[in-house]
C-alpha cells in the first residue's frame, strides 16, 4: 500500500508560480512510476506530467511542457511539480499518483494504468 499526500496548492495570479509537492508512505518509493493529473469542474481528469523511478525520464503533456516540471527526492519519497507562467486554464484539482508497473511513455499518460492516488490540492490561477 502507498499513501500520497499532495500540498503546495493556492491562489495565484496569472503568470506566477506554485511547486506542488506529494509525499508517499513506504519504502520502496523508487520503484514507482508517478504522475501528476488534474481535473478541472466539468471536465475529465487528464495527464499533466510523469517521472520514471530513478527519475532520469519525464513526460509532459504538451499544454504545459516548458512552464512546468516534475521532479522526485527518492530519499524524501516526494515528487515534485514546479509550475511556472500559470494560466487562468490551469486552474484545477491537481492529483499525484503511483504506478507500480516499469515506467513507459505508453503507460504513464493514462489514468487508469495507476494504482494509487492522492486526494488532491487545488490550484486556482486568477486573470
Known amino acids: 500500500q502507498v499513501q500520497l499526500v499532495e500540498s503546495g496548492g493556492g491562489l495565484v495570479q496569472a503568470g506566477g508560480s506554485l511547486r506542488l509537492s506529494c509525499a508517499a508512505s513506504g519504502r520502496i518509493f523508487s520503484m514507482y512510476v508517478m504522475g501528476w493529473f488534474r481535473q478541472a469542474p466539468g471536465k475529465e481528469r487528464e495527464f499533466v506530467a510523469g517521472i520514471s523511478g530513478g527519475g532520469d525520464t519525464t513526460y509532459y503533456a504538451d499544454s504545459v511542457k516548458g512552464r512546468f516540471t516534475i521532479s522526485r527526492d527518492n530519499a524524501r519519497n516526494t515528487v515534485y511539480l514546479q509550475m511556472n507562467s500559470l494560466k487562468p486554464e490551469d486552474t484545477a484539482v491537481y492529483y499525484c499518483?503511483?504506478?507500480?508497473?516499469?515506467?513507459?511513455?505508453?503507460?504513464?499518460?493514462?489514468?487508469?494504468?495507476?494504482?494509487?492516488w492522492g486526494q488532491g490540492t487545488q490550484v486556482t490561477v486568477s486573470s
Open positions: 499518483a503511483a504506478d507500480r508497473a516499469t515506467y513507459s511513455s505508453r503507460r504513464v499518460p493514462h489514468a487508469t494504468e495507476y494504482d494509487y
